[in-house]
């Protein structure tokens, strides 16, 4: 395997990094500060300028789409190898893969539609999506079941006549707050009588359809993510034509939900190096500036052993992200499922570890606004849950691994080739 970055790679590099120096870090303060604005004046879900200013800069110096590989909509798309290195600087700041249109969850609603959706169905949403004129909400996870085990998806959409009938009540709908998600894509149960993993289907709902309510925005520790936003949202009585609705078929909603997992759970892991490398760069400047009892901090051997574990922590991490981006992109993400499973479980919690450490070196500032740890420091913990907990993907690895010394050949349907969602 070779993971050196081509030159049309490096040059991205370089160009990604002098937006980010230029546009990005300079405005944090901004993107934060318009966002409170929009609350005091008694609505927090409004699209910041700053974004939207952004954009068409990214776009006209070619750092746009950059994630869709392999499709004749989105020819500047990359495949995951070339992506890695770029995603990883887009996640060193919480808000800049949408300046790119390369956030989540627009890119994995993106990939799925390419992928699965009919050439109406992308006349429709995915060009729009790909223009970076709308937005898009994933709709899987459900209150009232434990959807780490995507099976006991109760959401209901029955078949009457032309139409699907929808009833369900679904949580953790990022991205569903935002007035410009124009689309969910949804599972849900077209079929209770069918095999389990044959009972569920997925849809492309417009978010007006009659009979949705968003009913509220959910905080993580204590952050909205407005105007993005992590939404409960009820579909009553919801009606969409099958024609336009209906992706890839009847019964075929895990199949496409393992499709869409995979890139999701790779994009958020190379945006979660970007934030540990971030991170790490943090702590070393807090160390370097302050003295404690008379010497600089970063004399201290336990900062020396912190530092230390954290590049080595980060440099693992990303090695292994890059072999499951390369195995992607050689023999597909079915595959790739266990070195996509070890990444999920490995750099969330890397990063989580890193950004805590970096938190603990800027003291009382570290867990205030005046630094961006905190809020990292909620993104990243909350990733442990978001695409599968890490227990759900342990329990995989395990079994794929126990696997490979059994003399009894496999003759049921394996019980992991399912998706897993938030968690509880």
Not at 38 to 60: D, F, Q, S, Y
Not at 83 to 98: Q, S
Not at 255 to 277: D, K, N, T, V
């Amino acid at each position: 395997m070779n993971f050196d970055y081509t030159p049309k790679v490096q040059d991205l590099q370089a160009r990604l990094l002098a937006f980010m120096d230029e546009h990005i870090y300079p405005n944090e303060g901004r993107f934060f500060a318009e966002i409170a604005a929009n609350r005091a004046k008694g609505n927090a879900w409004v699209p910041t300028a700053l974004i939207e200013e952004l954009k068409p800069k990214a776009r006209e110096q070619g750092l746009w789409n950059l994630f869709l590989p392999r499709s004749s909509r989105a020819p500047e798309g990359l495949s995951n190898l070339e992506y890695a290195p770029l995603c990883e600087i887009m996640g060193r700041v919480p808000f800049a893969a949408e300046v790119f249109n390369c956030s989540a969850p627009d890119t994995g609603n993106m990939e799925t539609m390419e992928r699965y959706g009919t050439e109406a169905q992308k006349d429709q949403w995915l060009e729009p999506l790909l223009r970076g004129e709308i937005r898009s909400a994933f709709l899987m996870t459900e209150p009232e079941v434990a959807s780490s085990d995507a099976t006991n998806i109760q959401c209901r959409m029955e078949r009457d006549g032309d139409d699907y009938v929808i009833n369900g009540r679904k949580w953790w709908s990022s991205g569903a707050g935002d007035p410009r998600c124009a689309v969910y894509v949804l599972m849900g149960k077209t079929d209770p009588s069918a095999g389990k993993h044959q009972q569920q289907s997925m849809l492309l709902v417009p978010s007006n359809a009659p009979g949705i309510e968003v009913v509220r925005p959910l905080s993580v520790f204590g952050y909205d993510d407005a105007p993005h936003g992590h939404m409960e949202v009820v579909l009553k009585n919801v009606r969409v034509p099958v024609a336009n609705s209906l992706l890839l078929g009847e019964g075929r909603g895990f199949e496409i939900a393992q499709g869409r997992l995979g890139p999701g759970r790779i994009h958020h892991c190379m945006r979660s190096i970007g934030a540990a490398e971030r991170a790490l760069e943090l702590m070393c400047k807090r160390l370097n500036t302050r003295v404690a009892f008379g010497k600089p901090i970063s004399s201290q051997t336990i900062w020396h052993e912190r530092i230390a574990e954290a590049r080595c922590m980060i440099d693992q991490a990303r090695l292994l992200t890059l072999k499951a981006a390369y195995m992607m992109d050689t023999v597909g993400n079915k595959v790739a499922r266990t070195e996509i499973a070890m990444i999920k479980v490995v750099a969330p919690n890397v990063a989580t570890k890193i950004i805590d450490w970096a938190i603990q070196a800027h003291g009382g500032g570290g867990v205030s606004d005046d630094f961006p740890l905190a809020y990292a420091y909620a993104t990243q913990r909350t990733l442990r849950l978001a695409d599968g907990p890490d227990e759900v993907h342990r329990n995989a690895i395990a079994k794929w691994e126990l696997g490979k010394h059994m003399s009894i050949p496999k003759t049921h349907t394996d019980p992991l080739d399912v998706p897993v969602t938030r968690g509880c």
